[in-house]
């Protein structure tokens, strides 16, 4: 089998990508290591940045995200009791939208059916050969039958845990990376948000944030243990930990119900550098992974695909290989401001273990500066917002 691009990956990077290079006419073949159920299944980000709503738009795939989208204007942080607002639509020129990953996803499969796009789930074993010549190829078994697909280039859509940054040999790349010393707690239920609004509290017992997907169903989180597991939080025990960190008027009115989805997240920051070798490109979370605090992670994806598509487009329409040779420098620069967002966000709203008394004044009084200060939220909406790609 020969195709032009074999993207390793079927997630929200992978399938962007196959979508855009198919309206450009590059053809690709997506390998997917699990079921579209499964892919489908999994519950992850809530909040799209303008540069991934107009990506979906080029992809041609934004119908839904228009129609069944939320657009906020603004998002709220609550510290100490007290609560305001920080108007993104004022202060960047942009709102954010809620429309989860999982639709995004769906469409993106939609779109590729109906296209005709080759797409191998449940690829097994799969190999990456010759990356540094001209000719490099593919191996997987699928369906209990070996394949072997040949290529022009290989795009490591693949994830955080996926195999193709292992392709690169570790003398070759430089990895940076920060655990933290606690999770998330989210849970998903048929319940109306508590606010038109999302609320991201920070409070002597930690960490909350209050999100949502439409009218009906809401997406709450809480800092928690990283030795915690979902089964130790019964639905009551989460209800009365998240209203013990939210203001009393918020608490007061939210509406509660029997979870649909429980799970817990760790957070980590976490870059290789560089995001190519030869004829490998790394795009998302196979390159980097934020804190969820601020919502980068598929946004960053997002714009890493921005710039590998272009590069390739480029390549294949000019005969110029300006935009994959730039590629990584491109993505990179971006890449680390959102690392900063989400590093800075994630450590101005936890509660850390060993915090001085010192400590947490400063984390106040830092949120205090950011309700305060119209240049300090500024700074913060531009970020919140995304950067322009
Ligand atoms: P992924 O979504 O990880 O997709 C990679 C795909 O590659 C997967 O489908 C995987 O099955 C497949 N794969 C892996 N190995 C192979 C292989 N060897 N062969 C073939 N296929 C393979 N971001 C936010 O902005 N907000 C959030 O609330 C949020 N919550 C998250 C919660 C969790 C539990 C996790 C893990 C991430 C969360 N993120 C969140 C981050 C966001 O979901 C990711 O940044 C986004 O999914 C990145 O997309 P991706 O396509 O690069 O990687
Ligand atoms: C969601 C997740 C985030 O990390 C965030 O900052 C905002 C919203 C969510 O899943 O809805």
Not at 16 to 21: C, D, V
Not at 84 to 108: K, S
Not at 157 to 180: M, N, V
Not at 198 to 203: E, G, P
Request: hydrophobic share 40%; with cysteine; aromatic share 10%.
């Amino acid at each position: 089998m020969r195709t032009q691009v074999v993207i390793i990956g079927g997630g929200p990077s992978g399938l962007l990508l196959g979508q855009l290079l198919h309206r450009a006419g590059i053809d690709a073949v997506v390998l997917e290591r699990k079921t579209r159920d499964y892919v489908l299944g999994r519950i992850r980000a809530g909040i799209i940045e303008q540069g991934l709503v107009r990506l979906m738009e080029e992809a041609g795939v934004a119908g839904r995200l228009h129609a069944e989208g939320f657009v906020h204007d603004g998002t709220r942080i609550a510290f100490g009791g007290e609560m305001f607002h920080i108007d993104l639509a004022r202060l960047a020129g942009a709102p954010v939208t809620v429309y989860g990953q999982t639709e995004i996803t769906r469409d993106l499969y939609d779109a590729r059916d109906a296209a005709g796009g080759q797409t191998i789930f449940e690829a097994q074993d799969v190999a990456l050969h010759g990356l540094e010549g001209d000719h490099p190829f593919v191996t997987l078994t699928a369906g209990g039958q070996s394949l072997r697909i040949a290529c022009d280039f290989v795009a490591g859509c693949d994830g955080f845990h996926g195999i193709s940054r292992q392709a690169i040999p570790l003398s070759a790349r430089q990895e940076y990376e920060k655990t933290y010393p606690f999770g998330w707690l989210g849970i998903l239920s048929r319940t109306p948000p508590v606010a038109d609004e999302l609320i991201y509290a920070n409070s002597d017992r930690g960490f909350a944030l209050c999100s949502m997907r439409n009218e009906n169903l809401s997406r709450y989180y809480i800092q928690c243990a990283l030795s915690d597991s979902p089964s130790d939080w019964t639905d009551d025990a989460f209800w009365q930990e998240l209203r013990r960190r939210l203001p009393p008027e918020v608490a007061d009115g939210l509406v509660t119900g029997p979870s649909i989805d429980k799970s817990i997240a760790p957070l980590r920051s976490f870059v290789t550098e560089p995001m190519r070798w030869g004829r490998l490109f790394l795009c998302g979370d196979a390159a980097h992974i934020v804190p969820p605090t601020g919502a980068k992670g598929l946004n960053t994806a997002a714009s890493d695909v921005h710039y590998l598509h272009q590069g390739l487009r480029q390549f294949y329409e000019e005969a110029d290989p300006e935009g994959i040779d730039r590629y990584s420098e491109r993505a990179l620069l971006r890449v680390w401001k959102a690392e900063r967002f989400s590093w800075w966000f994630s450590s101005l709203l936890h509660v850390y273990p060993h915090m001085s008394g010192f400590d947490r004044r400063m984390q106040q009084a830092e949120i205090a500066f950011l309700r305060d200060n119209e240049s300090q939220q500024r700074a913060f909406a531009e970020n919140y917002v995304g950067l322009p790609y």
